[in-house]
């Protein structure tokens, strides 16, 4: 997570592999910016030809949460795949 801040704004930048746009959600309360979301696991390949030996990739609910220095009731998002 990279966290920018300016004088009139900051910018988080999260890389989020795997997820959805519609498993992300960003909540502001109290001065208190969090993101969270769900990672779901990807079906194991099982058949004749292959199967899956090792997978790495962490699953499950996450949440980060953030204390800007200065917090206004404008927000705004984007999510972009690279």
């Known amino acids: 997570m990279d966290i920018s801040e300016y004088q009139d704004r900051f910018e988080l930048s999260v890389d989020l592999p795997g997820v959805s746009p519609e498993a992300v959600e960003i909540e502001l309360a109290n001065?208190?910016?969090?993101?969270?979301?769900?990672?779901?696991?990807?079906?194991?390949?099982?058949?004749?030809?292959?199967s899956a030996t090792r997978i790495e990739r962490a699953t499950g609910r996450f949440y980060v949460s953030v204390r800007p220095s200065h917090v206004d009731t404008t927000t705004s998002s984007e999510f972009a795949s690279a």
């Open 31 to 50: 001065g208190v910016l969090t993101l969270s979301g769900e990672r779901r696991s990807e079906k194991a390949v099982d058949n004749k030809e292959h």
